[in-house]
């Protein structure tokens, strides 16, 4: 069965550090999403992606996050310059339109 | 926006018994409720979903209920086993996939007891 994967599975990075977490959607998905988990608080939504550009995107996506699909498998999130507070658990997700989202096992994003 | 309330937050059964879990939403226009397990370390994986022109849906020992005059939805577990045991997490959206995105419900921690 085709999985979302995402790299890496942790990342440790000093505060203000650019830091990039890599998504490989399933292959014939159209939508993309980052959902991101803070421990012991629910999954909450980042961003949503389609047709090369941003769909729609929460509170917490501010100027310091971007998201980009730099080819025709990879999308990626930046956080330009970490706060402690990104630290979380970051997950990427792909549907095939109107269908189920997928996830990634996700990334553990833990700032110093 | 979506606010999607989950209780209880952790649960422990007895192999054999049913679990159930309650949600409710805020927002009138959701009209997709997706319930995701997620093991440890391990990916949310959807295991069962109803929309909003369904009451129920059931898939073997799994089912879901929704009420969408009273805005809550439960997923129910009959004939528990260890293999059960896992964080549940009900979500809303207005619609499945196509750039609707999921709000959460703050997740379940079932414990089944052999």
């Known amino acids: 069965e085709p999985e979302v994967t995402q790299t890496p599975s942790h990342q440790v990075t000093q505060m203000g550090q650019e830091v990039i977490l890599r998504c490989v959607p399933i292959?014939?998905?159209?939508?993309f999403y980052w959902y991101r988990q803070i421990l012991g608080q629910k999954v909450e939504f980042l961003v949503s992606f389609y047709n090369n550009e941003i769909s729609e995107k929460s509170e917490i996506f501010d100027d310091q996050f971007s998201v980009e699909r730099p080819d025709g498998s990879n999308f990626t999130l930046k956080i330009r310059s970490t706060k402690l507070e990104d630290s979380a658990m970051y997950f990427c997700a792909s549907s095939g339109g109107y269908a189920p989202q997928h996830f990634g096992d996700g990334t553990r994003l833990s700032i110093l | 926006g979506e606010n999607v309330e989950q209780h209880p937050s952790t649960l422990s059964v007895q192999e054999g018994d049913s679990a159930v879990i309650k949600c409710t939403y805020s927002d009138s226009a959701s009209n997709y409720f997706p319930w995701y397990k997620q093991e440890l370390g391990k990916r949310p994986q959807l295991i069962i979903d109803i929309r909003s022109n369904v009451g129920e849906k059931k898939d073997q020992r799994i089912a879901v209920t929704l009420n969408k005059t009273a805005k809550h939805f439960s997923l129910h577990i009959t004939e528990t086993q260890p293999e059960d045991s896992a964080v549940y997490f009900c979500?809303?959206?207005?619609?499945?996939?196509?750039?609707?995105?999921?709000?959460f419900g703050a997740g379940t921690t079932v414990t089944v007891r052999a």
């Open positions: 292959s014939n998905h159209l939508y």
């Open positions: 979500a809303a959206s207005k619609g499945p996939g196509a750039d609707y995105k999921l709000s």
